[in-house]
């Protein structure tokens, strides 16, 4: 989810009109396992914010927000550092842990920015177009893939050599992208609500699969076992497609105001974290063709976005604190047509929930 005040970007901010922050013990809807908040950790102002994402290999969060990615331990949630300063801010972020490379972007300048998974030193900044969304890796082709929603394009990067080898056009506002490490790329097509499938090895695009249930997808995962994908979509509904052809397999209902979702390969769970609703979505896989909705946890309001330690099956979602004065003042500006004036959450209330499981 871009800063950039763009069609997406202001459904995303109509997505956080509610009216205050709570943190509370987590209710099953079915099922016996269910999550609670152990830990909040402060990150401080600035508080607008876009992706978190977990480096399996160091333990750690990254969380992109303000001019910085903030880095936290996600064992014990201490602060270990900070990559940037971004000034147009980053939004994405990605790992080539052979190369020891982290990728992220600045949005506002246009441009991928390279930091060193060691020190946190950014390392390179390559030109790309302004307005870069989402970055994924690819293992298979050892490219990082930089979405631009507001173009409607993808920059390819080789991380290793720290150069850009080609961009890919696609067209419309797109979302969050996920490799299958087999060669293929899925996008979010924000505009049509479809799904691309691009091919790594040749950077072309070989589909383009509609789905009716999905309305503005969002957050994107993938069961590389069973070949399934995971919309999470701004309609309340989580859409599971086959990767292989595309087909819809099942909807399914989560909360409202999503923008990223994860699965548990391990537990065979998927999660989506829901920013006007200030849930988590807990939904099982029972196997690739059907899905039960298992459990709805209480988060924060404004909680849109979230990572995952497949190892402990912690889960961290990123909220700030809100109020239905501050909302209703913004969304009245934007409603007359004016640029809004601060933001809708309080001076430097942003934190990092750690979420673990309970049964």
């Not at 930089?146 to 696609?170: C, F, K, L």
């Amino acid at each position: 989810m871009r800063y950039v005040m763009t069609r997406s970007v202001l459904a995303a901010l109509l997505w956080l009109a509610a009216t205050a922050i709570g943190l509370a013990q987590p209710t099953a809807a079915r099922g016996t396992l269910t999550y609670r908040v152990v830990r909040s950790v402060a990150l401080g102002a600035p508080e607008r914010w876009d992706y978190a994402v977990y480096e399996p290999a160091s333990r750690r969060v990254f969380v992109a927000h303000g001019n910085r990615l903030t880095v936290i331990d996600g064992r014990g949630g201490r602060i270990v550092g900070q990559v940037g300063p971004i000034p147009g801010g980053p939004h994405g972020i990605a790992f080539d842990e052979k190369a020891g490379v982290g990728i992220t972007d600045d949005g506002g300048r246009g441009q991928a920015v390279l930091f060193s998974l060691k020190s946190l030193r950014v390392l390179a900044r390559l030109k790309i177009e302004p307005g870069a969304d989402a970055v994924a890796f690819d293992p298979s082709s050892a490219h990082a893939f930089v979405i631009d929603g507001d173009t409607g394009s993808v920059a390819v990067i080789d991380p290793a050599r720290r150069v850009v080898v080609g961009t890919i056009h696609i067209g419309g506002d797109l979302e969050y992208a996920v490799p299958d490490g087999r060669g293929n790329l899925y996008v979010n097509g924000v505009t049509h609500h479809e799904i691309f499938r691009i091919d790594t090895a040749s950077d072309r695009i070989t589909a383009a699969w509609p789905m009716p249930t999905c309305r503005g997808p969002h957050g994107l995962a993938i069961d590389t076992a069973t070949h399934r994908l995971f919309a999470s979509c701004s309609n309340g509904r989580l859409v599971v497609l086959n990767a292989r052809d595309g087909a819809v397999v099942a909807t399914l209902p989560i909360g409202r105001g999503t923008d990223a979702d994860r699965f548990d390969a391990r537990r065979r769970l998927i999660f989506s974290s829901n920013g006007i609703d200030g849930t988590l979505s807990v939904i099982r896989e029972i196997n690739a063709n059907t899905y039960a909705p298992l459990a709805t946890v209480k988060t924060a309001l404004s909680g849109r976005t979230m990572a995952l330690d497949p190892r402990s099956a912690r889960v961290f979602v990123v909220a700030a604190h809100t109020t239905a004065r501050a909302l209703q003042a913004f969304f009245a500006a934007w409603h007359a047509g004016k640029r809004p004036s601060g933001s809708p959450f309080a001076p430097g209330s942003l934190r990092l929930l750690f979420l673990d499981p309970v049964r």
